[in-house]
Every structure is written in structure tokens, then in C-alpha cells.
């Protein structure tokens, strides 16, 4: 991760800024090491409609974390 070429400091959340790809491919990563994510309520269902299909995925993988952050 690039983040520990800057601090070795533990990552506390990720925040989703919009649904672009470019923002949210981590998403994954982040729900599946417990770290909490936060975004607007409407980012998850955009990232499905505009990637899921695309990358072949399970929405799970996508909407997980968000669902978890509450």
C-alpha cells in the first residue's frame, strides 16, 4: 500500500469521496482488514450500477464495507 511509503500510523477509515472507480476500487480491501468506510448513503448503489457488472464481481464485495461503516 502505498500509504506506508508516507506513515507506518495504523489506517483508521477510508472515505469514499464519490463512486468514481478511480476512489472506491479499494473498497474491498479496506472491509476485509475491518477498516471502517465512509460515504455518502447513495455511493454504494452507484458503484454497483456503474462497475459491478463490469468487473464481474458480487455486489457483497462492493456494498460490504459500506454496509458495515453504517
Avoid at 477509515?13 to 471502517?36: E, K, Q, V
Amino acid at each position: 500500500m502505498l500509504l506506508r511509503m508516507v506513515s507506518q500510523v495504523p489506517v483508521k477509515g477510508a472515505l469514499d469521496t464519490h463512486y468514481h472507480y478511480d476512489h472506491s476500487t479499494g473498497n474491498a480491501f479496506f472491509g476485509a482488514n475491518g477498516i471502517p468506510l465512509w460515504a455518502h448513503a447513495n455511493t454504494a448503489k452507484r458503484i454497483v450500477e456503474s462497475y459491478g457488472a463490469m468487473q464481474g464481481a458480487d455486489k457483497a464485495a462492493f456494498l460490504g464495507p459500506l454496509e458495515k461503516g453504517g
